[in-house]
C-alpha cells in the first residue's frame, strides 16, 4: 500500500501529516512532556506484571489523548485507517527504545488490539460521546422504581429508629440534668441554711457581748462615779495597822467598795481580798463576804460601840478593838487605821544593818519588782551595786517580784528589807560588788566573771552567747540552748531520734 511505503516519521508532527489529519503547530516543551510521561508509564507498566493488556495501552497512550484535545480537535473524524496508523507511528517515536518499548509496538502490530485501542480513545476524543456514555453509566447506576421505593422506605425506617433513640437519650439526660440541678439546689439550699444559722449564732453572741460590755461599762461608770461621790465623804484607802508589831491576815490597806456601802454606812474591802471592814449593830467588823452581806456581828476583829448620827459613819475613828485571842476569847488590841487620800502609800527600804536605802510613795497596783528596779537605780547611781542581786523581804518571808503592794500584809511604818546578796568572780573570786556591771555571765552555769577573766570567754558557735571555758569543753563550744536543740535531732545506736 501506500501508507507502507512511505518514510518512516520521526516527529508526531509528521505522524499527524502523514495520517492526514489537521493540527495546530506542537509545541516542544509539550512534546517532550508527552515522551517522558509515556515512556515511563510504559517502563512501570512492563515491570509491574509480565503481560500486558488493552487497558495497560490504553494507560500508556494516554497523555497523547490530551496533547490531541488540544492540537487536533478534528481527529476524531479522521478514517480509520489513518488513525490506527497514528497510534502506531505515534508509539515508534514516543516510546523509541525505552524500557517495556517493544511490548506495546509489537501489540500496537496486531488489528485486533490496534482497532480497540483507537475505538476507545476516539470515545475519550469526542465529546459527545463521551457525555452520551456518562449518561449511559448513570442510568445503569439508578435504581428501579420498586427498588428506589423499598430504599426509602427502608431508610426512613432507620430514620425513625435513630430518632427514637436520640429521643430517650436525650429524656434520659434531661431527667439526669435536673436530678444533678436538684441536689445542687439542696446543696446550696442547706448551705444556705447553715450559714444563716451561723450568722445568727455569731450575731446573738455578739450580742451577749455587748451587753456583757454594757453591763460591764455601766457598773464600772457606776462604781466610778458613785466612788466620786462616796469620795466627798469617806476616806478612799484606809491602812490597817495592829499595834506592838502584831502581824495579822486583817492587816493591810483597804479600799471603799461603793458597791457595798449603803447609805452613810461605808464598806471597805481588803485590797483583793476576802475580808471586809463594815458596821454592823453599832461596830465595826472585819470579816469575810458572807457575813458583810447579811450585816452579821461577826468576824476576827471588831470595836467598840459607836455613837450614830446623821453625819457619815468614819472607821477611823473607832476604839477598843478587839481580836479573838488564843482561846477563842476577846482580847484588846492597839489598832489603828491611817486615812490615805489617794491609793498611794509610803514604802520604806532598809539593807540587813538598818541603813535607810530607798524612801518613795507608790501605787498599791504596783509590783515588788517596781520597788526593787528603783532600788537598783539608787544603788547604781550611789554604791555602783549590780541590781541582780537584790532580794525584797517582809519580816522572814521573801517577795516575789510579782506580787502587788497593796497586797502586802504590812503595818505603817514597817520597812521592807533589802538583802544585797555580794557576788564573786568564777575564777579568780574577785568581788564584783564594786564594779559597775559584770563583763560576762555563762549562758551555762550563770555565774559572772571579771572583766579580766570575761575577755578570755569563748562564744557559741550557733548563737554567739558567752560562754566560760569550763562549760565550754564540756558542751563542744555550744551553749546550753543551742546544744539541746542539736541533742534533739541526733540519733541513737537504733535508729530512733530522742529526745
Request: proline share 4%.
Amino acid at each position: 500500500s501506500t501508507s507502507a511505503m512511505a518514510p518512516r516519521p520521526e516527529t508526531l508532527t509528521c505522524c499527524l501529516s502523514q495520517a492526514g489529519i489537521a493540527s495546530a503547530p506542537l509545541k516542544a516543551n509539550e512534546v517532550e512532556r508527552v515522551k517522558s510521561e509515556l515512556r515511563q508509564r510504559a517502563k512501570a507498566s512492563s515491570r509491574a506484571a509480565d503481560s500486558v493488556s488493552v487497558d495497560e495501552v490504553l494507560h500508556v497512550l494516554r497523555p497523547l489523548v490530551e496533547l490531541l484535545k488540544q492540537t487536533a480537535p478534528d481527529f476524531t473524524s479522521a478514517q480509520v485507517s489513518s488513525r490506527q496508523s497514528f497510534w502506531r507511528n505515534a508509539a515508534e517515536v514516543t516510546l523509541g527504545r525505552a524500557e517495556g518499548a517493544a511490548i506495546f509496538k509489537r501489540l500496537l502490530k496486531d488489528p485486533g488490539v490496534i482497532a480497540a485501542v483507537d475505538e476507545r480513545l476516539c470515545l475519550e476524543l469526542a465529546p459527545a460521546a463521551g457525555e452520551g456514555a456518562k449518561r449511559r453509566k448513570v442510568a445503569e447506576a439508578t435504581p428501579a422504581p420498586e427498588a428506589a421505593s423499598s430504599t426509602h422506605k427502608g431508610i426512613m425506617q432507620r430514620h425513625a429508629t435513630q430518632m427514637e433513640a436520640l429521643r430517650r437519650q436525650c429524656d434520659q439526660d434531661e431527667k439526669m440534668l435536673l436530678e444533678k440541678h436538684q441536689k445542687a439546689f439542696e446543696m446550696r439550699r442547706l448551705s444556705y441554711i447553715e450559714m444563716m444559722d451561723t450568722a445568727l449564732g455569731n450575731l446573738k453572741l455578739d450580742q451577749e457581748k455587748q451587753m456583757r460590755w454594757l453591763k460591764d461599762h455601766s457598773r464600772a461608770r457606776t462604781e466610778a462615779l458613785r466612788s466620786k461621790q462616796l469620795g466627798d465623804f469617806f476616806s478612799p484607802v484606809l491602812h490597817v495597822t495592829l499595834g506592838r508589831g502584831n502581824v495579822h491576815v486583817c492587816q493591810g490597806f483597804y479600799e471603799l467598795s461603793p458597791i457595798h456601802t449603803r447609805g452613810w454606812q461605808p464598806v471597805y474591802r481588803k485590797y483583793k481580798s476576802r475580808y471586809f471592814l463594815y458596821l454592823s449593830k453599832q461596830c465595826w467588823w472585819i470579816s469575810t463576804e458572807s457575813n458583810m452581806l447579811m450585816r452579821q456581828p461577826r468576824g476576827l476583829l471588831h470595836s467598840g460601840a459607836v455613837r450614830l448620827n446623821d453625819s457619815p459613819a468614819r472607821p477611823e475613828r473607832a476604839t477598843n478593838w478587839k481580836v479573838v485571842g488564843s482561846g477563842k476569847k476577846w482580847e484588846s488590841i492597839d489598832l489603828k487605821l491611817d486615812d490615805l487620800k489617794e491609793p498611794k502609800a509610803e514604802f520604806v527600804v532598809v539593807s540587813m544593818a538598818g541603813t535607810e536605802l530607798l524612801r518613795k510613795s507608790f501605787q498599791l497596783h504596783e509590783t515588788v519588782v517596781t520597788v526593787k528596779t528603783t532600788l537598783s537605780r539608787t544603788l547604781k547611781s550611789s554604791w555602783n551595786r549590780p541590781a541582780d542581786f537584790i532580794r525584797l523581804c517582809l519580816g522572814s518571808q521573801a517577795l516575789s517580784n510579782a506580787k502587788e503592794l497593796g497586797r502586802l500584809t504590812i503595818g505603817a511604818g514597817t520597812p521592807l528589807q533589802a538583802v544585797l546578796i555580794p557576788i564573786n568572780c568564777k575564777h579568780c573570786m574577785v568581788s564584783l560588788e564594786k564594779q559597775w556591771y559584770p563583763c560576762c555571765r555563762c549562758s551555762n552555769c550563770h555565774q559572772y566573771l571579771c572583766l579580766e577573766c570575761g575577755a578570755r570567754c569563748r562564744e557559741c558557735d550557733y548563737c554567739m552567747a558567752n560562754i566560760c571555758n569550763e562549760c565550754a569543753m564540756d558542751c563542744d563550744h555550744l551553749c546550753c540552748r543551742c546544744c539541746a536543740e542539736e541533742s534533739e535531732y541526733s540519733e541513737e545506736d537504733d535508729g530512733e531520734f530522742y529526745y
